[in-house]
């Protein structure tokens, strides 16, 4: 029994790639890491692959660029390796005779600058996120599934880890986690850093929940004193909303920095969210909107996954056609827990609303490039600039998504009476057994046979419609179906005032419709077919003087003031490379932001949708 046991599990091994890795991050600081690796190999020709394309990235942003230094040994002798003529993520190797391994070595060049997601800025003097991808090779064409890896990590002393990893050991400089798939491993970052600390959400009879932080201070991870209490409410709501875990604990890992790219990506038990160092103290409705988004991606991203985007070996290209779900219904849902577990107010939801509704309204891109486009063309459009962006479109699968989601919210309403609506939808698509990580594919005919089971309708035709067809004005649907309309007045929006100071802008996105960089006015967009752009303005261009004055925002909202119900027009002097010209601006309507407000002949039924469920 003994022995038949025994050779079951030498089978087992046999099968599986092992790979054993060891990254120093010892360097950290320098933005240097080295990692050594090892795994079985035989006589003849290998190929080593790095990983290309990376999940929750919807793109080949793997940073082989950055991948230096690359030796690799075979019967302790160094061998030659050749880099695929056509795929430059593909090293070719010849393994000699007798040799039943290989070892590698290699270094990681985490940049500095303006990259972005896990290729962006990831270490600092104090931190560093260190995302497997980076630092491994493997055979491709094997599904990750099926490798086994098991790693370790030396960091500087005085340094502390933090990861979804299961950890076999640790001591003061050095973490050995427990063996895992290839799929976990690139799917599990890992905190390091001096100041890093654990805060356990209180989560009631769900899995384990806990926010890491790691900051560049000690004064950046000081959380409020509500703060576990405030996020064990979005734990509830999503519980509450899917109707079952599909993890075995959960790590939100969160970067607090300003010298890190910001951004989350999703994984299934951790997500990496990285924001501004003092983010606990100024930008708490973001990260409540932030660490919603990728708390949702749990279900609806990595237990839930359009087909087109697995891509088992890390070399297979994704296809974004169902970003719109992927991206799109987490961005709503994100939005709405955020709102119902109370990290957002009802006001901040609908100020968000408005600005999502008001500016794709008046977006002149939605003439020629329909939504479906923006998804499809992902991998373009994520690192399309801000210049020109209303006309060129973006990334609007993920806000736009926000407007059909509420619109198909109200439409299970009507067809059903108010006796479903889209939370029916979502623990139908997203619910079922708690446990394990596990992941089932989907295509757009299962979601239309999902959302049909829930309320009748032809979702296929409505979608498509959304979808595929272009039309000047937004989806707002939802938001007048709801018992609300789109206003404009001289109030700032809430949400605006938020992003004008995180990013550093003046939005005149209403108005003149165009915004500023803060630090030198030079104009980020000009949206064609308002004022500022009908005046000759575009993107690249600096405003130096407002009325004859240099400018600053006092003296250009002291203009607008001024040309407010008269027609002499707003005189800009804008600088354009070498050259100088004054523009003259037709606007006569003073400072405009929108807002929702309510229909009162109808009944409040977006207050309906946002109604906590605990
Ligand atoms: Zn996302």
Same mark, same amino acid.
């Given at each position: ?12 091994l046999?099968?599986h790639a092992q790979i054993h890795i060891t990254v ?11 990692a050594h690796l090892q795994m079985p ?75 972005? /997601? ?14 497997w991808?980076?630092?491994l090779?493997f ?8 490798v086994t890896v098991t790693g370790s990590i030396? /960091? ?9 990893l299961i950890p076999n050991s ?5 973490i050995d986690y427990k063996p895992a798939s290839l799929?976990t491993y690139?799917?599990s ?52 909303? /899917? ?153 609007? /699968? ?20 108010? @006796? ?45 419609? @959304? ?148």
């Open positions: 029994m003994l022995k038949r046991l025994l050779f079951v599990l030498l089978l087992t046999s099968l120093d991050a010892t360097d950290a600081p320098r933005k240097l890491f080295r190999a035989s006589a003849g020709p290998m190929r080593l692959a790095y990983a290309k394309w990376i999940p929750g990235e919807h793109g080949p942003t793997g940073p082989i660029t950055d991948l230096v230094d690359l030796r690799v040994m075979a019967n302790g002798q160094r061998i030659e390796w050749r880099r695929d003529p056509v795929d430059m993520f593909v090293f070719n190797i010849d393994v000699p005779k007798g040799a039943t391994s290989i070892e590698v070595d290699l270094s990681y060049l985490s940049p500095t600058g303006e990259r972005a /997601f896990t290729a962006g800025p990831s270490a600092t003097a104090n931190l560093a996120v260190i995302a991808n980076t630092l090779l055979p491709p064409g094997k599904p990750a599934d099926d030396k /960091f500087p002393e005085g340094w502390t880890t933090a990861s979804a640790e001591t003061a400089t050095q799929t690139i799917d970052p890992v905190l390091i850093g001096r100041y890093l600390k654990k805060v356990a959400i209180p989560s009631g009879t769900a899995p384990q929940h806990r926010i890491d932080i790691v900051g560049d201070s000690a004064a950046a991870i000081e959380t409020w004193p509500s703060f576990a209490q405030d996020y064990s409410r979005l734990v509830a709501e999503a519980g509450a909303l /899917f109707g079952a875990y599909h993890f075995r604990k959960y790590d939100w890992l969160l970067t607090l920095s300003d010298d890190v790219a910001h951004f989350g990506l999703e994984h299934h038990e951790s997500s990496d969210n990285r924001m501004e160092e003092l983010t606990l103290q100024d930008y708490r409705r973001q990260l409540g909107g932030l660490l919603s988004h990728e708390y949702v991606h749990s279900w609806n991203g990595k237990y839930r996954r359009p087909a087109g985007l697995l891509s088992p070996d890390y070399q297979k290209p994704m296809e974004g056609n169902l970003l719109w779900v992927y991206e799109g219904l987490t961005q709503y849902l994100g939005t709405l827990l955020a709102e119902r577990s109370g990290l957002w107010t009802d006001h901040w939801y609908r100020e968000n609303l408005a600005v999502v509704a008001a500016g794709f309204d008046q977006q002149p891109g939605r003439t020629w490039r329909p939504l479906a486009d923006t998804a499809v063309g992902a991998q373009i459009t994520f690192g399309s600039p801000t210049a020109w962006s209303s006309l060129r479109r973006g990334t609007d /699968f993920y806000d736009e998504a926000i407007l059909l989601w509420l619109e198909a919210d109200s439409i299970i309403r009507q067809k059903t009476n108010g @006796r479903a609506s889209l939370d029916d939808f979502i623990r139908r698509f997203h619910g079922g057994e708690s446990g394990f990580p596990a992941l089932k594919p989907y295509t757009f005919d299962d979601l239309v046979a999902n959302l049909n089971a829930i309320a009748p309708y032809d979702w296929r035709a409505h979608f498509n419609e @959304r979808l595929n067809a272009t039309n000047p004005r937004a989806p707002v649907a939802g938001i007048t179906n709801g018992g609300w309309k789109i206003v404009f007045n001289d109030t700032p929006n809430d949400v605006t005032a938020a992003n004008e100071k995180r990013r550093e802008i003046y939005d005149y996105t209403f108005s003149l419709g165009f915004s500023l960089r803060k630090d030198d006015a030079t104009i980020r967009d000009a949206i064609l077919g308002l004022p500022a752009a009908n005046a000759g303005l575009g993107p690249g261009m600096k405003v130096i003087a407002v009325n004859g004055r240099r400018f600053t925002r006092e003296a250009l909202d002291a203009a607008i003031a001024e040309a407010r119900d008269t027609t002499a027009p707003i005189e800009i002097l804008a600088q354009n490379g070498d050259f100088f010209r004054s523009y003259a601006i037709d606007y006569h309507r003073g400072v405009r932001y929108p807002h929702l407000q309510r229909e009162e002949s109808k009944p409040d039924v977006l207050a309906e949708v946002l109604k906590a469920r605990r």
